[in-house]
């Protein structure tokens, strides 16, 4: 009897990080990523900016953060980008309404026949002594779209541990998940190859 050997590649959990411009996501993935710079801080994304999520500096990379840029004139091109996200992360500025206004025109780029697994919101710069909007704002679009709510600020650093957390417990819980598919799978092509490679006999 001779089996097939499967070789299965682990590919890192996609997620996207979407909102306007300047509401601080590339500051959040400089962060989840373990390279901000203090003395130099991450400057606008122009398009597209791709990062490694670790939960260490020293263990391998879990997931792949992709950074859309928030301008207007790169949003023809994000809605793509979306497709096959696994975990999607919305950033908004509780110092900016409209910030959170255009949350709206990002979750209609979310393709309705692959959906995500899960969808974080985040209010970003919640010490801002500007800040004008609250959570009771936006609990009502939390549920409309099932989004899981964090405050921070990427700034001090308040409140990114908690959402670091909860990140890793999405991801490991999406792991196990995609590991007990794969190997339901490779089952199945195990007994088709021995049932291919083996003769009944009576």
Partial sequence: MKLKKLIIMKQPIKIVVGGSGAVG???????????LDKFNPPKM???IDLHEFKKSKNEKRIAALWDLGGQERFRFIQ???????????FVYSCEWIHSLKDIKSWISMIPKNDPPAH???????IDSVKKCITKE?????????KMEYFEMSARSGEGVSEFEEALI??????????????????????????????????
């Fill in 25 to 35: 996501k590339t500051t959040i993935c400089h962060l989840l990523a373990k390279k």
């Fill in 45 to 47: 994304t122009p398009g």
């Fill in 79 to 89: 809605d793509s980008y979306i497709k096959g996200a696994k975990i999607v992360i």
């Fill in 119 to 125: 969808i974080f919101l985040i209010a970003n710069k």
């Fill in 137 to 145: 704002d936006v609990l009502d679009i939390c549920n409309q779209h």
């Fill in 169 to 202: 417990r999405k991801i490991e819980s999406l792991e196990q998940d995609s590991h007990f598919f794969i190997k339901k799978q490779e089952n199945l092509k195990i007994l088709n190859c021995n049932l291919n490679n083996t003769s009944l006999s009576l």
